[in-house]
Structures are given as structure tokens and as C-alpha cells.
């Protein structure tokens, strides 16, 4: 099944490159250290347990050869949080503020959320919306194990949160084929019904964004799936029916690709899209938007 990924071929750049790190599976574990509960010895605490990386674009993620990072003391307190290197970007490129008020639309189960927090330093407003109300409870358990206390959260299909507040940032990180997990298993392309139904929530979503965003607030789309439908269109279709505006990336990025040029909207190419083998890691699509 592994083949199947031919697909691919003409959106990936380094197509055997991509294909060979899949096949071997070398995805990297990696945690990232919360620095509202990391104590000062968090470095030595996590190299008496295992043969710690620090990655070399993001300090805060580290790479670990823990059989299950998610089964320790530092995790325990909440020192840090497992998450895929790659998943860190979309808030680094959000890249919050403290005193913001700032919304998560698809939030659980909570790791780009309380990376939000842990950036501001629970000095602001985070709403952590999820439409699942069975996986609002990961993200009331991961945000309490965090100190996330700047954090309240809400039970809203995301199309449909009230506009009785407006935001100074958003992260849309939404709902995907899962194209990026589904790469490092014996892989099977989305079908073409299951892009058509996800990147019409998608565009849905990130219109209800434009909605409730500032003016001159910040909106970061992002998933982790692989085809342009769900990215690059999205982001192009939602350009033409909304006052939103493609913006620079100018956080520090892992090695990545551009995205894909659409005839109909200029611009995409400051859009990223970061595959396995950039860095041993899942696949993340950010465009970085604001309200003009």
C-alpha cells in the first residue's frame, strides 16, 4: 500500500527523500518543556532519564529516546508535554502575546493550547474551543497538568461560536484527513469524498475566523495532512470571500516547503508546509493571515 503515496509525487518536492524516511519509520519522539511548570534543573531532571536533543530551531522541543515519554515524574508534573516537533509551529508562528485575548477553534486535546499559554505566560485570555464534548475532558486534564490557568474552554462547533467577542489571534488547527500520521503506516490516500466533506468544515472554519477575528488580528490555519485540497485551497478560497491577507512567516522554521501557487489567489508561497523527512517528524501545513 506504501506505493499509493505516488500521488504525492508532483506536491512533494523531495519525493524520494519523503518516501524513504516513511518507510524506514524513524519518526522522532520529542517533548516540548512548559516553562509555567519546568523547575530550573528540568534539563538535568530529563537527562537522568534520557539521552536529550534540543532541536535546533525550537529550544523548548527536545528529542528523547524514552520508550514512553508519556510515563514519567517530569510529564507527571507537567514539566513537559509529548508533542511532535512539528506540531509546535502553528503557535510559533501564531506567536501570542501576553494580554492578548486569543481563541483555539479545534482545541483538544490541548497541546497547541497550552503551548499558547506557556508563551504568554498565562497573561491573557485563552479560549480552547472543541465541537467533542468526549475530548474536552484530554484537554480539562492536559491544561490543569500544565498550570494552563489562563485557559477556559468552551463546547461550540467552531462554525458556530458566538460573535459576541472578537480575538486578537486565532489558531484554526483544524479537522484533517490525516494524511501526516497516516504516512508513517502502510498508507492509504483520502478518499476523494473525505477531502471534499473535511476542506468544506475547513473553509468554514477559517470563515467563521475572518468573522470574529480583530482588525488587524492574526489567523493561523493549519493541518496535518498532506493534499492541497484541504490546504492551499482552503486558504484561497476563504482569500477571495473574505477581507483576510496572506502574511510573511517570519518565525523561525524547521527546514520546509513552500506552498503550491493557485492561478485565482497570489500569495502562497509564504504559506509552509513541513514533511517527514524536513525533520523525522508529522506532516504541518501553516498559512499565517491577517484581517486587512
Request: aromatic fraction near 6%; hydrophobic fraction near 35%; charged fraction near 30%.
Amino acid at each position: 500500500m506504501i506505493l499509493d503515496m505516488e500521488v504525492y509525487s508532483e506536491i512533494i518536492g523531495d519525493y524520494g527523500l519523503f518516501k524513504k524516511t516513511v518507510i524506514e519509520k524513524k519518526k522522532s519522539k520529542t517533548v516540548r518543556r512548559n516553562d509555567l511548570k519546568a523547575k530550573p534543573d528540568f534539563e538535568e531532571k530529563l537527562s537522568e532519564i534520557s539521552n536529550a536533543v534540543k532541536s535546533s530551531w525550537n529550544p523548548k522541543i527536545y528529542r528523547v529516546d524514552l520508550e514512553n515519554p508519556g510515563k514519567t515524574l517530569l510529564h507527571w508534573r507537567g514539566e513537559y508535554y509529548v508533542q511532535e516537533e512539528s506540531a509546535s509551529i502553528p503557535v510559533k508562528v501564531l506567536d501570542p502575546q501576553p494580554g492578548e485575548t486569543i481563541l483555539d477553534m479545534c482545541a483538544a486535546p490541548g497541546g497547541k493550547t497550552t503551548q499558547i499559554a506557556d508563551e504568554i505566560d498565562n497573561k491573557g485570555l485563552v479560549i480552547a474551543n472543541d465541537v467533542s464534548s468526549n475530548r474536552l475532558l484530554s484537554l480539562f486534564k492536559n491544561t490543569y497538568r500544565a498550570g494552563a490557568y489562563c485557559v477556559k474552554t468552551t463546547n461550540y462547533d467552531g462554525r458556530s461560536i458566538p460573535d459576541n467577542i472578537m480575538f486578537d489571534r486565532i489558531l484554526v488547527d483544524a479537522p484533517c484527513t490525516g494524511e501526516g500520521d497516516k504516512a508513517w503506516r502502510d498508507f492509504q490516500p483520502a478518499s476523494k469524498k473525505e477531502i471534499e466533506t473535511q476542506s468544506r468544515v475547513q473553509q468554514q472554519l477559517l470563515e467563521k475566523a475572518a468573522n470574529l477575528i480583530k482588525s488587524g488580528g492574526v489567523i493561523v490555519y493549519s493541518t496535518c495532512t498532506i493534499n492541497t485540497k484541504e490546504n492551499e485551497e482552503v486558504v484561497g478560497n476563504v482569500i477571495d470571500k473574505t477581507g483576510l491577507k496572506l502574511m510573511d512567516i517570519d518565525a523561525e522554521l524547521p527546514p520546509h516547503q513552500e506552498g503550491l501557487s493557485l492561478q485565482s489567489v497570489d500569495g502562497l508561497g509564504k504559506t509552509v508546509r513541513v514533511l517527514p523527512h524536513h525533520l523525522n517528524s508529522g506532516v504541518i501545513y501553516t498559512a499565517k493571515l491577517k484581517y486587512k
